[in-house]
């Protein structure tokens, strides 16, 4: 599937702001537009009711006849412009034909009640020869000695000037319009393009930079809405800067502590291989084989926590299945002390990684086994609790010095340079922090003397995975 395009936010800003004013503008065109039709109607429809009525005063009655006499330039000093073209026609009392353009549409409507103008008038249009005309059709009282009636008069225009001036008005409106959508789009255009000025600076800033460069951003002139962002990159800046440091240590302490065992390993291969061979330098050579093999393991469990932490899916695990499992692997080294160890699980869940769970109680485990004396007490105890799962691994030996406490959980640092490799602890922390849990070492007394240390590890509980049908 290809990947969509990045969106250019100057474009989304000017696209939101210029398309509902766009569309208001042409909402408010149509709407004026008809409002000037209304007004061109309203203008020139008084002008052929004043028509209809100036020819209205010129009917007279004659006997029993109406007559009348319409000059042209009574219809002409009306005409809107050379363009245009009037009609009328006048029907009698009976309805009888009286004057004007026999073929004019006779009027068949109903006054309106209400009308703009005081006079029984009606305007509408009609086709009249192949073309729409606008009529007016006016009610003239007529009255005489002896005979009064209701006089017809209808008078038609054609809609040329009107449709003209309407199209002008049309014409001028649009354009007006439109200037002043282009004037707004040049204005956003040009706020909105100061406004991500500081945006622009920003990015140039961080383009500037080397690549070792992780000091923090200095963007004090920037604008509230940029200020938490400039947080966050400061704040992620700070991170990487942990993690670099962290990250040369890590390989500078290794690459020495690797070193160490390994030119030991070398020398005492000589020797061995120099003369005849000799147990104690054998057995001088595994157990410094063995060092170097404990530390290249535990730094790379060191190294997949990290792995695990960002690729891992989480799952409700039972800890008191884990904690009678890593026993288990670790058995042979508690009969080798001949340890009076105790299991005490009840089953508690939380949510986590099966890896990190049991790397975390091999090395408790097997811290609290190499510090327990031979034949004495080694404990793990699960405790569920409604909102944390405690974990406890209890030992009876000497117990933590305060000088070790100050560099309790770094990598490398060890109590016990000869046999530990000191990264037991720092990747029970790491563990730790990516479960979401707390560990703490406390000696424990009893009768005021220390007669052992506890670690204590403490997890958010989870709710028990429902049984499956």
């Given at each position: 599937?290809?990947?969509?395009?990045?969106?250019?936010?100057?474009?989304?800003?000017?696209?939101?702001?210029?398309?509902?004013?766009?569309?208001?503008?042409?909402?408010?065109?149509?709407?004026?537009?008809?409002?000037?039709?209304?007004?061109?109607?309203?203008?020139?429809?008084?002008?052929?009711?004043?028509?209809?009525?100036?020819?209205?005063?010129?009917?007279?009655?004659?006997?029993?006849?109406?007559?009348?006499?319409?000059?042209?330039?009574?219809?002409?000093?009306?005409?809107?412009?050379?363009?245009?073209?009037?009609?009328?026609?006048?029907?009698?009392?009976?309805?009888?034909?009286?004057?004007?353009?026999?073929?004019?549409?006779?009027?068949?409507?109903?006054?309106?009640?209400?009308?703009?103008?005081?006079?029984?008038?009606?305007?509408?249009?009609?086709?009249?020869?192949?073309?729409?005309?606008?009529?007016?059709?006016?009610?003239?009282?007529?009255?005489?000695?002896?005979?009064?009636?209701?006089?017809?008069?209808?008078?038609?225009?054609?809609?040329?000037?009107?449709?003209?001036?309407?199209?002008?008005?049309l014409l001028d409106t649009l354009l007006r319009q439109a200037m002043l959508i282009a004037v707004v789009a040049l204005v956003v255009w040009v706020v909105v393009a100061r406004a991500l000025v500081p945006v622009e600076t920003l990015r140039r800033q961080l383009l500037s930079r080397s690549g070792e460069d992780l000091s923090p951003l200095r963007a004090e002139q920037a604008p509230r809405e940029l200020q938490p962002?400039?947080?966050?990159?400061?704040?992620?800046?700070?991170?990487?800067?942990?993690?670099?440091?962290?990250?040369?240590?890590?390989?500078?302490?290794?690459?020495?502590?690797?070193?160490?065992?390994?030119?030991?390993?070398?020398?005492?291969?000589?020797?061995?291989?120099?003369?005849?061979?000799?147990?104690?330098?054998?057995?001088?050579?595994?157990?410094?084989?063995?060092?170097?093999?404990?530390?290249?393991?535990?730094?790379?469990?060191?190294?997949?926590?990290?792995?695990?932490?960002?690729?891992?899916?989480?799952?409700?695990?039972?800890?008191?299945?884990?904690?009678?499992?890593?026993?288990?692997?670790?058995?042979?080294?508690?009969?080798?002390?001949?340890?009076?160890?105790?299991?005490?699980?009840?089953?508690?869940?939380?949510?986590?990684?099966?890896?990190?769970?049991?790397?975390?109680?091999?090395?408790?485990?097997?811290?609290?086994?190499?510090?327990?004396?031979?034949?004495?007490?080694?404990?793990?105890?699960?405790?569920?609790?409604?909102?944390?799962?405690?974990?406890?691994?209890?030992?009876?030996?000497?117990?933590?010095?305060?000088?070790?406490?100050?560099?309790?959980?770094?990598?490398?640092?060890?109590?016990?340079?000869?046999?530990?490799?000191?990264?037991?602890?720092?990747?029970?922390?790491?563990?730790?922090?990516?479960?979401?849990?707390?560990?703490?070492?406390?000696?424990?007394?009893?009768?005021?003397?220390?007669?052992?240390?506890?670690?204590?590890?403490?997890?958010?509980?989870?709710?028990?995975?429902?049984?499956?049908?």
């Open positions: 599937m290809p990947l969509r395009a990045p969106q250019s936010l100057r474009r989304y800003l000017l696209a939101w702001i210029i398309t509902p004013i766009a569309l208001f503008v042409l909402v408010d065109t149509v709407s004026l537009y008809r409002g000037a039709l209304r007004s061109i109607n309203t203008a020139y429809d008084r002008s052929l009711l004043a028509s209809a009525r100036s020819i209205g005063e010129l009917l007279q009655i004659d006997g029993n006849e109406l007559r009348v006499e319409v000059p042209y330039a009574a219809l002409e000093i009306f005409e809107a412009s050379n363009n245009s073209r009037m009609y009328y026609r006048i029907d009698g009392f009976e309805g009888e034909f009286v004057s004007g353009y026999e073929d004019l549409p006779v009027y068949r409507g109903r006054i309106p009640q209400k009308t703009a103008y005081p006079a029984l008038v009606d305007f509408y249009d009609v086709e009249f020869r192949g073309e729409t005309v606008r009529m007016a059709a006016l009610y003239q009282p007529v009255a005489a000695e002896g005979s009064r009636g209701m006089a017809l008069i209808q008078v038609a225009e054609t809609l040329e000037v009107r449709q003209k001036l309407a199209r002008e008005i962002m400039v947080t966050a990159l400061n704040t992620l800046m700070q991170r990487l800067q942990r993690l670099v440091g962290h990250q040369l240590r890590f390989v500078r302490d290794a690459s020495h502590q690797l070193r160490t065992p390994l030119a030991v390993l070398k020398t005492q291969v000589q020797n061995a291989l120099a003369g005849p061979p000799a147990p104690d330098a054998l057995q001088a050579m595994n157990a410094t084989v063995d060092r170097a093999i404990a530390l290249a393991n535990q730094m790379l469990a060191l190294a997949k926590v990290e792995q695990v932490h960002g690729e891992a899916q989480r799952e409700t695990l039972n800890l008191a299945e884990i904690a009678s499992d890593v026993a288990v692997d670790l058995s042979p080294l508690i009969a080798d002390k001949h340890l009076d160890f105790e299991l005490d699980a009840h089953d508690a869940y939380l949510r986590g990684h099966p890896w990190m769970l049991r790397e975390l109680l091999r090395n408790l485990l097997h811290n609290a086994i190499r510090e327990t004396p031979p034949r004495g007490a080694l404990s793990v105890l699960v405790v569920p609790g409604s909102t944390s799962v405690r974990l406890v691994v209890r030992d009876s030996g000497p117990g933590l010095a305060a000088s070790q406490r100050e560099h309790l959980f770094e990598p490398f640092h060890t109590g016990h340079p000869n046999t530990g490799s000191g990264l037991g602890l720092a990747i029970c922390r790491e563990i730790c922090q990516s479960l979401g849990a707390t560990i703490d070492l406390v000696n424990r007394t009893e009768q005021g003397r220390v007669a052992g240390l506890d670690a204590v590890v403490v997890f958010p509980a989870a709710a028990a995975p429902t049984a499956r049908q």
